[in-house]
């Protein structure tokens, strides 16, 4: 197998030494910058809003560049190039995506979602691939980085949803079933990352993985529907993102350090526009010095609240 490219992960910020105390006024000026700009405030999210799902982050407290320093996440050039590297890819997608079915909304999803519905919130843009925002009911969502909750062929560009085509894996590769439930049964149930990816022992061999072909032109050239690293957003999509930034008159940044610059750029287009930019992170963010506002805190704490107070 070819060797894994490296990429360096950058942003790794230090975590602040001080939280913001959310007192009942820091409360009303959030709730007040709801009012002010009822129904044109954008959200911007990223994986701090679901950790309590259960889905790690990159880079918050137990993100996972802080916790395994030397991960590298899978490159997109990798993943359609080679026959093997498809393998190792959706071996370790197979065991990945297990715990990204079972993810429910939490609270801050729920938040954003109400938020919306009562007509505060215009839309949402996030970087996450979840799904969990639409999952809680927001509806003008764009996932800026994709969803996990599709496939697609490269081939003939068929979209096939994950789950059916994690039937398919299964009935393919019983052995490598029966090896997850081992682990499980064992208690050594391996970490997992965002993306979907899991952190298998490192000299397992793919080689005998198998994964299916398209139903359409019956080529095996899958790829989640996602951006990956190394891959751009999509122009329709980076276009929609604009229109959003430029329909909106304020920024609401939740649980992201705007490492990627795709998102980052969002804000800085809308501080160029005049407009205002709260952002609420534990963590210093890419945008700090863009931000009309920053609350040094996690998201729970201040958007479940803030809809209370908005019903
Ligand atoms: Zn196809």
Avoid at 33 to 51: C, D, E, I, K
Avoid at 55 to 75: A, C, E, H
Avoid at 152 to 176: A, I, T, V
Wanted: proline share 5%.
């Amino acid at each position: 197998m070819a060797p894994a490219a490296r990429v360096r992960i950058k942003g790794l910020y230090t975590l602040p030494k001080a939280q913001t105390v959310v007192t009942p006024a820091i409360l009303e000026t959030v709730a007040d910058f709801f009012r002010q700009y009822r129904g044109r405030v954008l959200g911007l999210t990223g994986a701090g809003v679901s950790v309590l799902s259960g889905i790690p982050d990159y880079r918050g407290s137990n993100g996972t560049y802080r916790v395994y320093g030397s991960y590298t996440p899978i490159l997109h050039h990798e993943l359609i190039q080679q026959h093997t590297s498809r393998q190792r890819y959706w071996a370790r997608s197979f065991f990945g995506i297990k715990p990204a079915f079972q993810a429910e909304p939490n609270t801050n999803h729920y938040a954003l979602a109400t938020l919306e519905s009562r007509g505060y919130l215009a839309g949402l843009i996030t970087q996450n691939v979840d799904g969990l925002h639409l999952q809680a009911g927001s509806r003008n969502v764009l996932e800026l980085h994709g969803t996990l909750k599709y496939v697609k062929c490269l081939g003939c560009g068929f979209r096939e949803s994950r789950s059916e085509f994690q039937k398919r894996l299964e009935e393919m590769n019983p052995e490598w079933a029966d090896f997850w439930c081992q682990m499980v049964r064992s208690g050594k149930e391996p970490a997992r990352r965002p993306d979907g990816d899991v952190d298998l022992p490192p000299n397992l061999e793919y080689e005998s993985f198998k994964y299916p072909k398209c139903h359409k032109c019956h080529t095996g050239n899958f790829m989640p529907t996602v951006v990956f690293f190394g891959g751009n957003v999509s122009e329709m999509d980076r276009e929609r993102s604009y229109r959003m930034v430029d329909d909106a008159d304020a920024l609401l940044v939740c649980g992201t350090s705007l490492t990627t610059f795709s998102a980052y750029r969002l804000v800085k287009r809308a501080r160029e526009q005049g407009k205002q930019a709260l952002i609420v992170n534990y963590g210093q963010t890419r945008g700090d010095a863009d931000a009309t506002l920053k609350l040094e805190t996690v998201c729970e704490n201040i958007l479940s609240p803030v809809a209370a107070q908005l019903a």
